[in-house]
């Protein structure tokens, strides 16, 4: 079945530092993939799609079908970065967006 | 252009009771969804929808029933309330389905005792 990992609930890092979110996801043909992102009291919002591969916020993410990943990256973490990410996939032809279960970043100033 | 709106934000059950929760959206999209978000399990799709009449089930459909009678109102309903549907509930829309950008309500927290 159709599946996305994020293995980290919680992620912690000091305001300028890297920042890379993980996410894999299992399905062996054409999945189409999003970053989701959900700032504290906000909605949750689109924040790219691989197909874009546009840079947003200073964030990018590859699609690596080799790995099956779709990390998100981010050079130099901000304090208004802190928020809940979502990774969902969905596949040509299906009606639905699987998401993983979503991690918590904390910028620390 | 209030987008997509959910009523009500927050409500609390008795285990048997029925409710139902109201999604609508302004944007004259075709495509709706219901979601629910546990911790640690990210949100999983219900039911979805779409197009004015049409419904379908999600990945987590049962002890829900939905209904799409007007093109921008998407109905989730609970017929007898669970503890285990205790959750917070969101609706979403889109213009071009799930290959599209999906416009999300601010949710509906519901606890059922």
């Known amino acids: 079945a159709q599946r996305v990992t994020q293995p980290e609930k919680l992620l912690s890092v000091f305001k300028g530092a890297p920042v890379e979110l993980k996410c894999n996801y299992s399905y062996s043909g054409s999945p189409e993939l999003f970053w989701y992102v959900q700032y504290s009291r906000q909605r949750l919002q689109l924040l790219l799609r691989h197909i874009s591969r546009e840079s947003i916020k200073g964030f990018t993410a590859d699609l690596n079908k080799g790995e099956t990943s779709f990390h998100l990256k981010k050079p130099f973490a901000q304090e208004e970065d802190s928020a809940m990410y979502y990774c969902?996939?969905?596949?040509?032809?299906?009606?639905?967006?699987?998401f993983g279960q979503g991690t918590r970043l904390t910028i620390n100033p | 252009n209030a987008g997509v709106t959910q009523t009500p934000k927050f409500r609390v059950l008795k285990t048997g009771q029925s409710m139902t929760l109201l999604c609508a959206q302004d944007m004259n999209h075709e495509y709706m969804y219901w979601y629910r978000q546990d911790p640690g399990m990210g949100l999983r799709l219900i039911h979805y929808s779409v197009g004015e009449g049409t419904t379908a089930k999600g990945e987590v459909p049962d002890g829900y029933n939905v209904s799409r009678l007007k093109k921008q109102n998407f109905l989730l309903g609970l017929e007898s309330a669970a503890p285990s549907q205790t959750s917070v509930y969101f609706c979403?829309?889109?213009?071009?389905?799930?290959?599209?950008?999906?416009?999300f309500g601010p949710g509906t927290r519901l606890l059922v005792l």
């Open positions: 969902p996939c969905s596949i040509q032809g299906a009606q639905k967006l699987v």
């Open positions: 979403a829309s889109s213009y071009s389905g799930v290959q599209g950008t999906q416009y």
